[in-house]
Every structure is written in structure tokens, then in C-alpha cells.
T-cell receptor, first 112, second 116 residues
């Protein structure tokens, strides 16, 4: 049984640029969620995808967008990067209706 | 909206002793799930224990147990016989069972140090 894999592990971007983060869900999981974890804080829910459609969103602006692919892998895209976007981005996969989650080790994004 | 509060930013415990981490939450729902996650320096969130709100019995997983007080909206984690490997950031989290989607609402975390 494979876990959740995120890439890249670390990334440095310049303010105003765009970034794409990737997540491979655990085998058999059909739902993927993304979280932003600022330094020293708890993770904040960004959005969730099920059957390639967004079906839940937290308090994040539209420049945060995502995709889920038929193989249940996912991307998080952030446009017009701001310094405050610097954070650890966590991906979690699950099976809809079942409350177990598997988290990846995250992507550490630094915006300079 | 639901909120989760962890009032202890840092805690420490001696190896082999017992420590309790506190968590309170606010919700108007009656059906939900509560979790404790551990986040070591490797950054991956690891599930420690979970509790269904409709269950009266407190969940237990080996050395980890919870004290779930639904009326008080309190969900504390007790770690018995603490080990060096227990040192990590611990997060309390809430998930609704009444609304669609499966978002987790996390607290701010408690950094646990285990002293040898």
C-alpha cells in the first residue's frame, strides 16, 4: 500500500510568480484535500476535490486553484505569489464517507 | 463555523511519565469526529487517535487515550509511559459528520518535549 507523495519537497519562488505543487494520493483513495500550514500554526483547509470537482473550499482567494486527475492525483496552483504564501502545503487523501486521512510530508514553499 | 483551541503552546514530560494535552472546541453540531495528530520534524501528520462524538466510551490506542467530554466540548489526550519518540507537535482536529466534504479544522498545536 503506497502512501501520499508530494513534490517537490522544497521550493523557492519570487513574489508575483506562479507555482504548481503535486500530490499522488494513496492507492484506493478518491478524495484529496490541501492544507496550508504557516510556521508555528495549525494547518488551514484550502480546498477538497472529489471526482475531479472541487467540493469544498476554505477561506482562500481564487488565485489558489486546483485539479484532480482521473488517477486521483492532484495539483495545487497558486498565482501571483505573495510573501504570506510562504508555508508548508500538505496534501491529504481519503475515501469519501470514511473518516481516515493519509497525509503527505508536504511541500515547503518560500516566497522571496 | 467550528473552532478548535489548544491552550498549551508547549508541554514537557519526563520519559516514562504521563502527560495530558488539552483541547476544546466549539460547534453547534451533534455528530462529528475528533482527532489527535502528531507532526514530527519529518512534517507528515500521523494519526494518533480518533473519537466519534456519538460514542460515550473514550478511545484508547495503546499508551494513548482521550478524555472526551461532549457537554463541555473538551477532548484531551493522555500519553502514558512517555517515550523519546513521542516528542513532536500535537494537533487536535475536528471534522463534521453532518455536512458534505471532509475538511479538518485544526487547533494551533502543542509542542511536546520528552526529557530523558
Amino acid at each position: 500500500e503506497t502512501g501520499v507523495t508530494q513534490s517537490p519537497t522544497h521550493l523557492i519562488k519570487t513574489r508575483g510568480q506562479q507555482v504548481t505543487l503535486r500530490c499522488s494520493s494513496q492507492s484506493g483513495h478518491n478524495t484529496v484535500s490541501w492544507y496550508q500550514q504557516a510556521l508555528g500554526q495549525g494547518p488551514q483547509f484550502i480546498f477538497q476535490y472529489y471526482r475531479e470537482e472541487e467540493n469544498g473550499r476554505g477561506n482562500f482567494p481564487p488565485r489558489f486553484s486546483g485539479l484532480q486527475f482521473p488517477n486521483y492525483s492532484s495539483e495545487l496552483n497558486v498565482n501571483a505569489l505573495e510573501l504570506d504564501d510562504s508555508a508548508l502545503y500538505l496534501c491529504a487523501s481519503s475515501i469519501t464517507g470514511v473518516y481516515g486521512y493519509t497525509f503527505g510530508s508536504g511541500t515547503r514553499l518560500t516566497v522571496v | 463555523a467550528q473552532t478548535v483551541t489548544q491552550s498549551q503552546p508547549e508541554m514537557s514530560v519526563q520519559e516514562a511519565e504521563t502527560v495530558t494535552l488539552s483541547c476544546t472546541y466549539d460547534t453547534s453540531e451533534s455528530d462529528y469526529y475528533l482527532f489527535w495528530y502528531k507532526q514530527p520534524p519529518s512534517r507528515q501528520m500521523i494519526l494518533v487517535i480518533r473519537q466519534e462524538a456519538y460514542k460515550q466510551q473514550n478511545a484508547t490506542e495503546n499508551r494513548f487515550s482521550v478524555n472526551f467530554q461532549k457537554a463541555a466540548k473538551s477532548f484531551s489526550l493522555k500519553i502514558s509511559d512517555s517515550q523519546l519518540g513521542d516528542a513532536a507537535m500535537y494537533f487536535c482536529a475536528y471534522r463534521s459528520a453532518e455536512t458534505s466534504g471532509s475538511r479538518l479544522t485544526f487547533g494551533e498545536g502543542t509542542q511536546l518535549t520528552v526529557n530523558p
